[in-house]
């Protein structure tokens, strides 16, 4: 091979690098959106709104225009053998660079090769999205890669796709050929079978490699812990140093730690590795009636980025689902493709990618998988992941530690790490876990004791409150209510302004609550937010009816707004120091007090004389902390003081010697605030330091999971589970013909969680009354039953099926021509049971048994569901 004339292809330094546009991108975008390309890309000025849609697209490509990249990513019959032909039988001539020669690069069978794996190269505009080969000294290929780059990196990064052959090199002295823009096309059409040689000469990169090794991944003995979460989800486990030893020759260093908890990172589209991923799915497009999915922070950035009206498909809150996950939810793509697919399948697909980016980082296979699961709802949850999970992989059950109690081993851990405890002695601890969409209570009780060969750890634990609509996304919706009316007032030039609102919630937030409940805090917010929908849209739900295009726009506002409010949320409590956020079309970034929330342009719908449409520019709103703050602060404390209030004045919390803040929202200070109103600050427990700030809280869950596993697997600790029976948050009442109460499962009380009701035989519905501990009535159930299909029993097959649950006192007491109704709730399944029982003739019959959740979707808040 000879060698060109030296010259090199790497932009100055000092030079910007834009952005380029893909022409089926601007292919989606309206006329007014490609004008503001131009607009932002300085291409063209005054004369861009004189061109139509066509002579845009063409000018914004000639300009700013990238190729569709045409990488080889899955396998074809024969394509390796036929590129490899096509290379030996054309002359390639080096193209000189600045390389310099690769270290070791190591290519792993069935898995992906990606930007985690290191392997970077400077950039060079011809070699983003292009094709490459390891090829050995005799011109065999031995690899086929791919060189792309990441949002927010300034590297390229050498990739490849798990779904490719690999081999080790036949000869010694490997190199990478990096094929430029129009060989790497060329490579790919070869690769297809769409054409058979390259020209007679060619221009590549080549790059010489100390080594390339395949390698296969392991098995590793320790499960992959991960905690599936509303808003987030974290992964990790515990690397022993066996299995350190054995994948650590395809590890650059540093990547790994041995004998430490190691987590699954992701990439934001800031750049930044981080330890968690939204949960969050999103449809990238419907092909041969399947689905193509976006996760995580791919899956967030289609909110933002995808334009009004797109009819893009994004679904939160996927955990939630548990309740019913064999209902059918319809995803559509953009194109206007539609298919029905069940719940657990799209759960399913969201695991299966957290597990794959496991497997793909950590270089394992994980034959094993520990799911976390809320204390509350061990059986359905147990249920779900034993169907979505394939064979090879299993949920453990009977080990496994539900989220609260997974705190608390965390915390346990710590003790044990700093000998903090008294030898067996009972200490007690309440974890409060405020989620993304939940906030839960768990009471428990632990001793520790440091036998001859291993630690005894004795646990018990029992669910004490909660709050199924209070969380993350409630504190998320409250700043986006004040976006929205902000940006109304912003646009109308009327309504209420921010300044109005702040002085609705002046004075004492705590006596307010206390006496009038957390209502009447958000009184001039909730109505100002409101009369706001008339101006700034988001009830899509409203817009079933009405136009594709207005429904679209709606629904993409509420996603929007949202996603802003979000990013606000984690603007002002990652950062103490930061007084106002202004959110506005300008850059993200900000300096000392001051932060910006980036608002693309082209993205907010807004109503004017009657007429919904998109607006050019989004209205600059800015929020101060002291605002945010006190709209948070009312159901920050309405919910500390639900949950305490009781425990204080029965002096039980005082018997705690432990409080344990968990979830990602308890970081915010306004929950310790709260919090002292009932207990000194030293005995809340949470990690501390800017590190532990951003994600500590949302990982001592994981943290306590993978502890948990360590410690049985190596036999560093016994432990001994107990759990105890659940306080329930909810009241289940029937009515009487008289209009009498009965409480046939009362609210927070351990002791009454059964009773009975009864009603004549010929009646054949039963009304249940569901109320929380406000006592406020939240869904009614019609418990429907056919006394013609009871079956006769005595009492003993009632007591063989049902035990204690009907007890033979009340049974005996069923008179002829009476149906009484047995309810008990069932803890695991966080539901009642209904069983009905007659007596005709003095013969008992008995009809089937009826399961019924608590949390119905139906009464529980949905910030997603376009009513809000």
């Known amino acids: 091979m000879t060698r060109e004339t030296p010259y090199t292809f790497e932009a100055p330094k000092d030079r910007k690098r834009h952005r380029r546009y893909r022409a089926e991108e601007l292919e989606r975008m309206t006329t007014m959106q490609l004008i503001d390309v131009c ?65 070791k690069l190591v290519a792993y069978r069935g898995l992906d090769t990606n930007f985690f794996d290191g392997y970077a190269l400077p950039y060079m505009p011809d070699l983003d999205g292009v094709n490459a080969a390891v090829l050995d000294s005799a011109g065999g290929i031995c690899a086929i890669l791919q060189v792309q780059s990441y949002p927010g990196r300034d590297p390229l990064y050498i990739t490849r796709s798990g779904a490719l052959p690999c081999r080790p090199a036949q000869a010694k002295g490997c190199a990478l050929a990096l094929f430029p823009l129009e060989l790497s096309d060329a490579a790919y059409r070869i690769y297809a079978g769409e054409q058979e040689t390259f020209p007679p000469e060619v221009l590549a990169y080549t790059v010489p490699l100390l080594d390339f090794l395949v390698l296969d991944p392991v098995e590793s003995s320790m499960p992959l812990a991960v905690d599936f979460g509303t808003s987030n989800t974290a992964a990790g486990f515990y690397l022993d140093r066996p299995t350190y030893e054995k994948i650590e020759q395809g590890l650059q260093r540093g990547q790994l730690i041995p004998d430490s908890v190691n987590y699954v990172l992701h990439l934001t589209p800031e750049g930044e590795a981080v330890p968690m991923a939204p949960t969050v799915i999103g449809v990238e497009r419907i092909e041969g009636g399947a689905a193509a999915y976006v996760m995580g922070h791919e899956a967030e950035r289609m909110v933002m980025d995808g334009y009004a009206g797109d009819g893009f498909c994004v679904f939160y809150d996927i955990k939630r689902w548990a309740a019913d996950y064999t209902r059918m939810e319809e995803l559509s793509d953009r194109y206007g493709g539609r298919i029905l697919v069940a719940r657990k ?104 004791r440091s036998e001859r060969i291993s630690y005894s750890i004795e646990i018990e634990a029992a669910y004490a409150d909660g709050d199924a ?21 912003e646009l109308s030039g009327a309504g209420a302004t921010l300044q109005d609102i702040a002085a609705g919630m002046g004075g004492d937030i705590y006596r307010a609550v206390e006496d009038l409940g957390a209502k009447s805090v958000y009184g001039a917010l909730d109505e100002a937010y409101a009369a706001a929908e ?21 629904r993409s506002n509420l996603y929007f707004l949202f996603a802003l409010a979000e990013n606000v949320k984690k603007e002002f409590f990652a950062n103490p120091h930061v007084l106002q956020a202004t959110v506005g079309d300008a850059p993200p970034g900000g300096a000392g007090s001051q932060a910006h929330i980036h608002a693309p342009r082209w993205k907010l719908a807004a109503r ?62 306004i929950f310790r605030d709260s919090l002292k109103e009932y207990i000194p600050g030293k005995l809340m427990r949470g990690p501390q330091g800017r590190g532990a700030d951003d994600y500590r809280l949302k990982l001592s869950c994981l943290d306590g999971a993978i502890r948990y596993i360590r410690d049985r697997r190596l036999g560093y600790a016994r432990v001994s589970l107990e759990a105890m029976a659940p306080s329930l948050p909810y009241e289940l009442r029937a009515f009487t013909h008289t209009g009498e109460s009965v409480v046939l499962l009362e609210a927070l009380n351990r002791e009454r969680t059964r009773g009975g009701v009864s ?110």
């Open 39 to 103: 607009e932002r890309e300085s291409i063209i000025h005054a004369a861009a709104d004189r061109l139509d849609r066509g002579e845009l697209i063409r000018l914004v490509m000639q300009f700013r225009g990238s190729r569709t990249p045409q990488l080889i990513l899955e396998p074809a019959e024969g394509g390796t053998e036929r590129l490899e032909r096509a290379l030996r039988g054309t002359k390639r001539r080096d193209i000189a660079h600045g390389i310099g020669a690769l270290g």
């Open 345 to 448: 399948e799209i759960i399913g697909a969201y695991l299966q990618h957290i597990i794959g980016s496991a497997q793909q980082r950590f270089k394992c296979i994980f034959k094993s998988v520990y799911l976390s699961y809320p204390v509350k709802q061990r059986e359905r949850f147990e249920a779900l992941y034993r169907e979505i999970l394939p064979g090879s992989l299993e949920a453990l059950g009977e080990d496994a530690l539900d989220e609260g109690v997974s705190v608390l081993y965390s915390a346990i851990s710590r003790i044990i790490d700093s000998r903090e405890y008294a030898e067996g002695a009972w200490l007690r601890a309440l974890i409060i876990d405020c989620g993304g969409g939940t906030t839960d209570l768990t009471a428990c009780r632990f001793r520790i």
């Open 469 to 489: 609509d209070f969380g993350g996304n409630n504190l998320t919706y409250r700043i986006m209510q004040l976006i929205k009316v902000a940006l109304a007032s």
């Open 534 to 554: 008339g101006v700034v849209p988001t009830r899509f739900r409203d817009y079933e009816y009405s136009s594709r295009e207005e429904y679209y726009m709606v």
């Open 608 to 669: 004017a004389n009657g007429k919904l449409s998109v607006r050019r520019e989004f209205p600059e709103v800015s929020l101060s902390s002291a605002l945010v703050k006190a709209a948070l602060h009312g159901d920050i404390y309405d919910a500390i003081h639900r949950f305490l209030e009781r425990l204080y004045e029965s002096g039980e919390l005082g018997g705690y010697q432990i409080i344990n803040l968990t979830g990602q929202s308890c970081k915010i200070d």
């Open 759 to 868: 009603r004549p035989l010929g009646s054949a519905e039963l009304r249940l009354h569901l109320l929380n501990t406000r006592g406020e009535e939240k869904y009614v159930y019609a418990i429907i039953c056919d006394p013609g299909s009871f079956r006769p029993v005595t009492y003993e097959d009632i007591e063989e099926a049902y035990g204690g649950f009907i007890p033979q006192g009340e049974a005996d007491a069923i008179e002829n021509g009476e149906l009484r109704y047995f309810v008990w709730a069932d803890g695991g399944a966080w539901g009642f049971s209904v069983v009905p029982v007659s007596r005709e003739g003095d013969q008992l019959r008995i009809g089937e048994r009826q399961a019924h959740p608590f949390e119905v979707e139906s009464w529980i808040v949905n910030y997603f569901d376009g009513t809000w």
